[in-house]
C-alpha cells in the first residue's frame, strides 16, 4: 500500500489516470493460466493494457498465456492488442512479446515448454528471472497448476530474478476444509509471502477509502462504536442475473461467490480496529483480529440469523427477465441461493451488542454497494414527536460503487413558524472531488503484485476465519435446515429478509 496511498490525495490536483504517476515494476514475464478463458479476456487483459497506456509496466515485460485451447503466440497477441482502445500504441508494442503455451495443466511438456519461452523471454526481452504466475483457470487446478511449477523449479526466480509469485484468483475453497486442502497443496510449492490471493473488492478505490475516512479523520472514528451506532448495515447488490455462469453458480451460490469474500472483507476494513502502521501486516493482523471477534452461528439458529433466497421472473431496468431456475445451465429444480441476507454479531469491545445486517443478491432494482452506519438516536427529543415525524436516526453512508461517495444524514429544521424537522444529506462525491479516470480495481491489483506490495492481497489467515463464519450457515443450508425463498427479479429480496429486521424493530436502507 506504501506506494498506491499516496495517489488519492494527489489525484485532486491533476487530471489524468492516477497510475500515470506510480512506479514501475521492474522487469518481469507474467504467465496467466487459463489464458483463453473469460477472466483474462474480460479483466486481466484490459487491466494489463491500460497499465501499459499509463506507463506502469516496465519496456522489458511480456505475458505468456497457457491454456488448452490451441492457440498460437499470433492468436493470444491479437486478443491482448483487442483489450485496448485503436490509440494503444505503447501497449501494441509490448503485446509483440507476447507468447502463448498451448497444453495439458497436467503435462509435463506443457511446463518444459513455458520454462524455455520464460528463458528466451529473459533473453531476448530481458525480462530478468522475475516472474508473475496467475491462475485464471477453473479451481480444480490450482493446486495442479502450483505443483506442477514447483516441480520444474518455476517457484524460484530464473537466473537474476529477485521473485516468483503466484495470484490465485478466488474461489478459494468450497468450503473451511477445501480451503484448507487447497493451501496445504500451494505450500508445498510456494512459501506464503509467495502468495497473492485475490479478492478484487480490495482493489476497489472506495473500499480502500474506508480505511481514509475512518483512520484520517478524528470526527468520525470516536463515534465509530457501540456507544454511539445503532447497527451496521452492509449491501452489495448487482441488477444483473448469472448471466452465462450458470454452471458455475449453481455450485457456488451467493454466500460462497460474495459473502464469504466480499463482504468479509468490506465488513473487516468497516469494523477493524486501527493498525499502527498501515501495512501488509498491519492491516491483514487487524482484519483477522475483527473476523475472529464476528459470532461463528450455531448450524441450529441458522433459521434465525440467515435468510436465503432466490430470484424468479420479474422486471429489471424496465426489461422482463427470467427466473433463475430457467437461466441457462441451471437445473429447473434448483435450490441454489441468489440472495442472501444475514444478522451478525461481532463480539468485541468496540461492537459488542451492535447488530451487523449484511445482504447480497442477483437481480436487484439496481447496482449498488453500500456499508450504513445507522446511529443511534438523541436520548431525549424535545421537540415533540409529532414535528420529527420526518427525522430519521443519523447515518453515514460509504457507497463504494457506483457513484463512489460518502453522505451524512442528519436532522435539520425546516423553514417556518413550526419547529419541525426533517432528515437531510450532506454529500461527498469520489467524481466531483477527483476528476480523471480512477484505475481498475484489477489494474491496482496486478500492479501491487508486480512491486510486490501484499496489502491489498488475502492472507491464508483471513480465508480461513471467513469460511469458519460461513461454514455452518452452508452445513444448515444443506441440511435443508431453513427453506428457500423467492423474491421476484428486481424487488429488493424476499419478504424474510425484512422480517430479519422488522424483528429487531429496524429496516434496511435500500441504497
Ligand atoms: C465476482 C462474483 O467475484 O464479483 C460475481 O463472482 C459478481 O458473481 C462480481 O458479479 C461482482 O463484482 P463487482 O465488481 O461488479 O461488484
Given amino acids: 500500500m506504501t ?3 499516496a495517489a488519492p490525495a494527489r489525484r485532486g490536483q491533476n487530471h489524468g489516470h492516477e497510475l500515470d504517476r506510480v512506479g514501475k515494476p521492474p522487469p518481469l514475464a507474467m504467465v496467466v493460466f487459463g489464458a483463453s478463458g473469460d477472466l483474462t479476456a474480460r479483466k486481466l487483459l484490459p487491466a494489463l493494457a491500460a497499465l501499459g497506456e499509463h506507463g506502469a509496466l516496465p519496456d522489458e515485460f511480456a505475458v505468456v498465456g497457457v491454456a488448452r485451447t490451441e492457440w498460437g503466440d499470433d492468436d493470444f497477441r491479437r486478443v491482448a492488442a483487442g483489450a485496448a482502445g485503436d490509440h494503444s500504441s505503447r501497449w501494441r508494442k509490448l503485446v509483440d512479446n507476447f507468447r502463448y503455451v498451448a497444453g495439458e495443466y497436467g503435462h509435463p511438456d506443457t511446463f518444459d515448454r513455458l520454462k524455455s519461452v520464460l528463458d528466451d523471454l529473459d533473453d531476448k526481452v530481458g525480462t530478468s528471472g522475475n516472474r508473475l504466475y496467475y491462475l485464471a483457470t477453473i479451481p480444480d487446478l490450482f493446486g495442479v497448476v502450483a505443483e506442477a511449477l514447483a516441480h520444474h523449479g518455476c517457484n524460484k526466480p530464473g537466473a537474476g530474478g529477485t521473485f516468483a509469485r503466484l495470484v490465485v484468483e478466488k474461489p478459494y475453497g468450497d468450503d473451511l476444509e477445501s480451503a484448507q486442502v487447497l493451501d496445504r497443496q500451494l505450500h508445498k510449492a510456494f512459501e506464503e509471502s509467495q502468495i497473492y490471493r485475490i479478492d478484487h473488492y480490495m482493489g476497489k478505490e472506495t473500499v480502500q477509502n474506508v480505511l481514509a475516512l475512518r483512520f484520517a479523520n478524528s470526527v468520525f472514528e470516536p463515534v465509530w462504536n457501540r456507544r454511539y451506532v445503532d447497527n451496521v448495515q452492509i449491501t452489495v447488490a448487482e441488477e444483473l442475473g448469472v448471466e452465462h455462469r450458470g454452471g458455475f453458480y449453481e455450485r457456488a451460490g451467493a454466500l460462497r461467490d460474495i459473502v464469504q469474500n466480499h463482504v468479509m472483507q468490506v465488513l473487516a476494513l468497516t469494523l477493524m480496529e486501527p493498525p499502527a502502521l498501515m501495512d501488509a501486516q498491519g492491516i491483514r493482523d487487524e482484519k483477522v483480529k475483527l473476523l475472529r471477534a464476528v459470532v461463528v452461528p450455531e448450524v441450529e439458529a441458522v433459521t434465525t440469523m440467515a435468510v436465503r433466497g432466490q430470484y424468479g421472473a420479474g422486471t429489471v431496468g424496465g426489461q422482463g427477465v427470467p427466473a433463475y431456475r430457467d437461466e441457462q445451465d441451471v437445473a429447473p429444480d434448483s435450490t441454489t ?21 449484511v445482504r447480497t443478491g442477483k437481480r436487484l432494482p439496481k447496482r449498488a454497494t453500500e456499508v450504513a452506519l445507522e446511529f443511534q438516536r438523541v436520548p431525549h427529543l424535545a421537540f415533540g414527536q409529532r414535528l420529527a415525524r420526518e427525522l430519521h436516526a443519523n447515518s453515514i453512508f460509504v457507497r463504494i460503487q457506483p457513484d463512489e461517495g460518502v453522505r451524512l444524514v442528519f436532522g435539520a429544521k425546516v423553514p417556518g413558524e413550526e419547529f419541525r424537522l426533517r432528515s437531510v444529506g450532506m454529500d461527498f462525491s469520489y467524481a466531483q472531488a477527483f476528476p480523471g479516470s480512477t484505475a481498475d480495481a484489477y489494474e491496482r491489483l496486478l500492479h501491487d503484485a508486480m512491486i510486490g506490495d501484499p496489502t491489498l492481497f488475502i492472507r491464508t489467515d483471513e480465508v480461513a476465519q471467513a469460511w469458519t463464519i460461513v461454514d455452518p450457515i452452508l452445513d444448515a443450508w444443506a441440511e435443508d435446515g431453513s427453506p428457500l425463498t423467492r423474491y421476484a427479479a428486481g424487488t429488493w429480496g ?12 429496524r429496516e434496511w436502507h435500500d441504497p
Fill in 494 to 505: 424476499p419478504h424474510e429478509a425484512d422480517l430479519l429486521l422488522a424483528r429487531d424493530l
Fill in 3 to 5: 506506494s498506491t496511498a
Fill in 337 to 357: 441461493e441468489t440472495y442472501v441476507a444475514m444478522k451478525l454479531a461481532v463480539e468485541n469491545w468496540r461492537w459488542a451488542g451492535v447488530p451487523v445486517y
